[in-house]
C-alpha cells in the first residue's frame, strides 16, 4: 500500500490547525511542542490527521525553520485562525436493535432537529463493529478542515 507523501509545505497544512493534544495544545501558526516545553520533532498524530491529504501518513515531521529540539515558543497565529465557521452541517445516527423494531421514531426526531444526513441502522446492540456509526463519526473529521462546523445528533429513547 503506498503511504501519502510528505511535500515541504505540509507542515502549513498541519499548522493551520489548533494541536487537539491536551498535553500539546499548540495554537495555529505554532509547531507542536513536547512535555519538556521543546518543540516536537513531529507533529501529533491527532494534529496531522486533521489534513485529509495526510490522514494516513505514519507522521509528519516538524521542519527545519521551526527548529525542532529548541524551546517552544508560541509564533503569531494566521490571519485566518480562529475564524468563524464557513457553515453549519447537522449529522444524525439512528440506531434499530432488531428487525421488529423500527428506527422510525428516531428519523422524525432527528429531521425535526435540522439533520441534514442521517445515518441509519438495523443492528444489534451486541454488534462489535457498526458501520454506519463508523461513518457517522468519521464523516465531520473529513468535513470540519473545510471550515464547516458540524454537529452529530443522537436522539436518546425513553
Given at each position: 500500500?503506498?503511504?501519502?507523501?510528505?511535500?515541504?509545505?505540509?507542515?502549513?497544512?498541519?499548522?493551520?490547525?489548533?494541536?487537539?493534544?491536551?498535553?500539546?495544545?499548540?495554537?495555529?501558526?505554532?509547531?507542536?511542542?513536547?512535555?519538556?516545553?521543546?518543540?516536537a520533532?513531529?507533529?501529533?498524530?491527532?494534529?496531522?490527521?486533521?489534513?485529509?491529504?495526510?490522514?494516513?501518513?505514519?507522521?509528519?515531521?516538524?521542519?527545519?525553520?521551526?527548529?525542532?529540539?529548541?524551546?517552544?515558543?508560541?509564533?503569531?497565529?494566521?490571519?485566518?485562525?480562529?475564524?468563524?465557521?464557513?457553515?453549519?452541517?447537522?449529522?444524525?445516527?439512528?440506531?434499530?436493535?432488531?428487525?421488529?423494531?423500527?428506527?422510525?421514531?428516531?428519523?422524525?426526531?432527528?429531521?425535526?432537529?435540522?439533520?441534514?444526513?442521517?445515518?441509519?441502522?438495523?443492528?444489534?446492540?451486541?454488534?462489535?463493529?457498526?458501520?454506519?456509526l463508523?461513518?457517522?463519526?468519521?464523516?465531520?473529521?473529513?468535513?470540519?478542515p473545510?471550515?464547516?462546523?458540524?454537529?452529530?445528533?443522537?436522539?436518546?429513547?425513553?
Amino acid at each position: 500500500m503506498k503511504q501519502s507523501a510528505v511535500v515541504s509545505d505540509d507542515f502549513k497544512r498541519v499548522e493551520s490547525h489548533d494541536c487537539p493534544m491536551s498535553t500539546c495544545a499548540a495554537p495555529a501558526g505554532s509547531p507542536c511542542r513536547t512535555g519538556k516545553g521543546k518543540v516536537a520533532i513531529q507533529y501529533h498524530t491527532a494534529r496531522f490527521r486533521l489534513v485529509p491529504q495526510l490522514a494516513k501518513a505514519l507522521s509528519v515531521p516538524a521542519p527545519a525553520v521551526r527548529k525542532p529540539g529548541s524551546v517552544w515558543t508560541e509564533l503569531p497565529r494566521p490571519v485566518n485562525a480562529g475564524a468563524e465557521p464557513v457553515g453549519h452541517v447537522r449529522l444524525g445516527y439512528a440506531r434499530a436493535s432488531t428487525a421488529r423494531q423500527s428506527p422510525d421514531a428516531q428519523l422524525d426526531s432527528l429531521a425535526e432537529t435540522g439533520v441534514t444526513r442521517v445515518f441509519s441502522e438495523k443492528i444489534s446492540t451486541r454488534a462489535t463493529r457498526r458501520p454506519d456509526l463508523e461513518a457517522a463519526v468519521k464523516l465531520p473529521g473529513e468535513i470540519r478542515p473545510s471550515g464547516v462546523a458540524v454537529t452529530l445528533v443522537v436522539h436518546e429513547g425513553a
